[in-house]
Each structure stands twice: as C-alpha cells, then as structure tokens.
C-alpha cells in the first residue's frame, strides 16, 4: 500500500507560479513511478508529469512543457510539481498517483494509488 498527501495549491494569477509537494509513504519501491494529473470541472482527468523514485528520467504533457518541472526528495519521500508561467486553463484539481510498474503511463487507470487532490486556481 502506497499513502499520497499533496499540499501546496491555491490561487494565483496568471503568469505567477506554484510549487506542489506530493509526501509518500508506505511502500515507495525504486521502480515506481510518480505521476501528477489534473481534472478541471467536466472534463475529463489529464496527464501533467511523471518521474520515477530512481534515475534522472521524467516525462511530460505537451501542454505544460517548458514551464512545469516535476522533480523528488528520496530522504523525504516526496515529489514535487513546479509550475511556472501559469494560465487560466491550468485550473484544475492536481492529483498525484502512484504507479506500481517501471514504465511511464499517461492514463489514469494505469495508477494504482492516488491522493486527495489539492485545488490550483489561476486567475487572468
């Protein structure tokens, strides 16, 4: 079982940045992978960013290249979701999730664990 807690939203404006922290616990095996997703009201959930517990490699949606950066602390079992340059459409609840295999993944059923979800809002 993995436990995912993430912090860090609020509101914005655009152009302005935020930082989300994901706190993991439980059983975080090396080979997993750490994604966060987004869901705006009546759409449909979204892939944002993902990075595995080892090695450098992280994987991103198009949408949010260039401005998002997800990174981890190993010591504090945490992951974060820098983001930078932020836009209205980048409102959304921002979940992260757990995949418990080593390939990337950007759909949300192929998680196995998932937070609370935390609310980002950017204004214009």
């Known amino acids: 079982q993995v436990q995912l807690v993430e912090s860090g939203g609020g509101l914005v404006q655009a152009g302005g940045s935020l930082r989300l922290s994901c706190a993991a616990s439980?059983?975080?095996?090396?080979?997993?992978?750490i994604a966060w997703f987004r869901q705006a009201p009546g759409k449909e959930r979204e892939f944002v960013a993902a990075i595995r517990w080892s090695g450098d490699s992280t994987y991103y949606a198009d949408s949010v290249k260039g401005r998002f950066t997800i990174s981890r602390d190993n010591a504090k079992n945490t992951v974060y979701l820098q983001m930078n340059s932020l836009k209205p459409e980048d409102t959304a609840v921002y979940y992260c999730?757990?995949?418990?295999?080593?390939?990337?993944?950007?759909?949300?059923?192929?998680?196995?664990?998932w937070g609370q979800g935390t609310q980002v809002t950017v204004s214009s």
């Open positions: 999730a757990v995949r418990s295999r080593p390939s990337y993944g950007s759909r949300w059923y192929e998680y196995d664990y």
């Open positions: 439980g059983r975080t095996i090396s080979s997993y992978v």
